[in-house]
């Protein structure tokens, strides 16, 4: 059972224009989401985080957006720049739970064309 | 501030084999979780250790067992390999088991069973 799920396993996106990337999660248990970023040949890296008592929360070009009652979060990345090219991992985890098991969804890879 | 580095990078092994990762986890984090990112997939949660105990575990068999040393470095043991354990092990380290907590991860070891 995909208790996370990124249904666009990849998406290509202009210079400069907004990448928006997409995830949904069954689990009403969840409520904190984060997204991390994975280059070719090393480990994922943390972007930006959100907890389910917020909707919004913004980091430079980053925000995610979160709809609870859709169970959706989304990733904006504006402007889109070279370096963002890699592979985007949404994931969730119960923050009270007693531990940090991450429930990740199978990622989107994005590709930034100069 | 060293990050968190994972040994070998890469290994062959053949079926019913056993295998030792090794992972040294950041400076001044406590807590190591291990995933399993099969090739297509999110990573997926096999455990943590926490104070050189397993402080919970995903959906994975007995066969795969770890420790976690006075100095924090942790290291994840795999019995009587199948095919189906090829994939990347990622370890990753964080300040406590708090699920807002955020993982740092290394760049992985890629095992593959033949």
């Known amino acids: 059972d995909q208790q996370v799920k990124q249904n666009s396993p990849s998406l290509s996106v202009q210079e400069g224009r907004i990448s928006i990337l997409n995830c949904d999660y069954t689990n009403s248990m969840f409520d904190y989401f984060l997204w991390y970023k994975k280059y070719p040949a090393e480990g994922p890296t943390f972007l930006i985080s959100?907890?389910?008592?917020?909707d919004k929360n913004e980091d430079g070009r980053f925000t995610v957006f979160l709809n609870k009652s859709a169970k959706h979060l989304s990733l904006h990345i504006v402007p889109s720049q070279p370096g963002d090219s890699a592979v985007y991992f949404c994931a969730a985890s119960q923050s009270n739970f007693g531990n940090e098991k991450l429930t990740f969804g199978t990622g989107t890879r994005l590709t930034i064309i100069p | 501030e060293t990050g968190v580095t994972q040994s070998p990078t890469h290994l062959i092994k053949t079926r019913g084999q056993q295998v030792t990762l090794r992972c040294s986890s950041q400076s001044g984090h406590n807590t190591v979780s291990w995933y399993q990112q099969a090739l297509g997939q999110g990573p997926q949660f096999i455990f943590q250790y926490y104070r050189e105990e397993e402080n919970g575990r995903g959906n994975f068999p007995p066969r795969f067992s770890g420790l976690q040393f006075p100095n924090y470095s942790s290291e994840l043991n795999v019995n009587a390999l199948e095919l189906d354990d090829s994939a990347l092990y990622l370890c990753?380290?964080?300040?406590?088991?708090?699920?807002?907590?955020?993982?740092?991860f290394g760049a992985g070891s890629r095992l593959t069973v033949l």
């Open positions: 959100i907890s389910s008592i917020k």
């Open positions: 990753a380290s964080s300040l406590g088991p708090s699920g807002a907590n955020v993982l740092t």
